[in-house]
């Protein structure tokens, strides 16, 4: 397939002007000038012309499918069979692709069902994202999410649980750092659920098979002691503190720089009820604390926590907002959800870029996303490894 565009994002807020894009297979074949591209190309070579912009695929690196984004996404989880949820999941799958989303990490799942679903999607049985599942998470007894089955105490079973995710496929091991929300039965958001020594044993199994950890941690002192752990990627970040204030720690948001750890604040594409929900000022000191991240020099990357209250399948392009209320520039929210993103997950050098080489995940899209990101919201198609996908159709 040959794509041509009126711009071609080429590198970070780099536009190559009337450009051109061959696919072929799942891969990118070559990436240039209009005129150069479409000379080397055969005339039987389908193709594809928009005169907005060609952008690499979205990047959603905080998803949970097995959740319905509605009022109370646990009972809806409990009340399904696996197979009534299966279908759901592959619905919401078709969400996410739809929206111009590529790639999902998956980060909280029931029986390997995501594992299942990525499966199908890898194999072109059915459509969606590729999907880098996290399997069962790690939480305590009665911990955060207990009821999807990765409840464990002590070492040995930490690494047990680790063995059986890596066994199963999992690209991505999840540790439940601290308690959620979303588990109102469980300990509070900013109570810390493993000691360093047991997460350090859960990031060394992980890291022994090849394997990056993420750690939803909303307490400052679970932060900290995932970063001490040496985790990959933090999860919310919220710098709640035990008393309900918040604690932000500089030498710990120094330390997740010097590491390189990359931080998800996973935000609700709904984040402008928050001041309604938590009060004007609170709601404004915990964006003030995304914002001293980004300042510090913090590696941000976009998801949406789809699935959980409030949070569709198909937000990411409206939670990026939230990026530019911050007063983030386009084309650095354009890399937290690309290439940023990608190498989050471990995939830099497979997803992220339009380069020769990277696997054919593109979004066409009409507009400048670099002068309003709004213009991501108009989609003309999307090309998620190499197959083009209609988005005015219907996700039923």
């Known amino acids: 397939m040959l794509i041509t565009g009126g711009r071609v994002l080429v590198d970070s807020g780099v536009y190559l002007e009337d450009g051109a894009v061959l696919i072929e ?13 479409v000379e080397q190309t055969g005339t039987d070579v389908p ?23 509605g009022p109370d996404p646990v009972s809806t989880l409990q009340d399904s069979t696996d197979e009534v949820l299966f279908e759901a999941m592959r619905r919401r799958a078709v969400q996410l692709l739809f929206s111009g989303v590529t790639t999902a990490r998956d980060l909280g799942d029931r029986n390997g069902l995501a594992l299942r679903l990525a499966a199908e999607i890898e194999d072109r049985r059915t459509p969606g994202p590729r999907i880098v599942s996290a399997g069962t998470p790690a939480t305590t007894k009665g911990g955060h999410c207990f009821f999807l089955g990765g409840e464990v105490a002590g070492e040995a079973e930490i690494r047990d649980l680790v063995r059986r995710n890596v066994a199963a496929g999992a690209g991505v091991i999840k540790a439940m750092a601290t308690g959620g929300g979303l588990t109102k039965s469980g300990p509070k958001s900013a109570q810390t659920q493993f000691t360093v020594e047991e997460l350090a044993a859960l ?21 900290a002691a995932a970063v001490e752990a040496g985790v990959d990627t933090i999860e919310h970040c919220t710098w709640m503190a035990d008393d309900g204030g918040l ?11 010097d ?14 009820m928050l001041p309604r929900m938590f009060g004007e000022e609170r709601a404004h000191a915990m964006f003030e604390l995304v914002r001293r991240m980004a300042d510090s020099g913090v590696r941000l990357v976009a998801g949406t926590d789809a699935g959980v209250q409030r949070a569709g399948f198909d937000g990411l392009r409206t939670a990026l907002s939230f990026y530019s209320h911050l ?32 696997r054919a995940d593109l979004l066409l899209v009409d507009g400048d996303p670099l002068a309003d990101l709004d213009a991501l919201k108009s989609v003309r198609a999307v090309i998620a490894s190499g197959q083009q996908f209609d988005p005015s159709a219907s996700a039923e």
Do not use: K
């Open 47 to 69: 193709r594809l012309d928009v005169s907005g912009t060609v952008l690499p695929g979205l990047i959603d690196a905080h998803v949970h499918l097995a959740f319905d984004g």
């Open 327 to 358: 007063g983030l520039a386009p084309a650095s929210i354009i890399d937290m959800a690309t290439s940023e993103a990608a190498a989050a997950l471990g995939l830099g050098s497979v997803t992220g870029r339009i380069a020769p080489g990277y």
């Open 25 to 37: 297979g799942d891969s990118i074949a070559a990436v240039g000038p209009r005129e150069q591209i």
């Open 203 to 223: 990031v060394d199994e992980a890291h022994n098979a090849g394997l990056p950890v993420a750690a939803h941690a909303h307490g400052a002192d679970g932060i």
């Open 259 to 272: 590491r390189g750890i990359a931080v998800c604040p996973a935000v609700s594409p709904h984040w402008q």
């Open 247 to 257: 604690d932000f720690r500089p030498d710990v948001v120094q330390q997740i720089v």
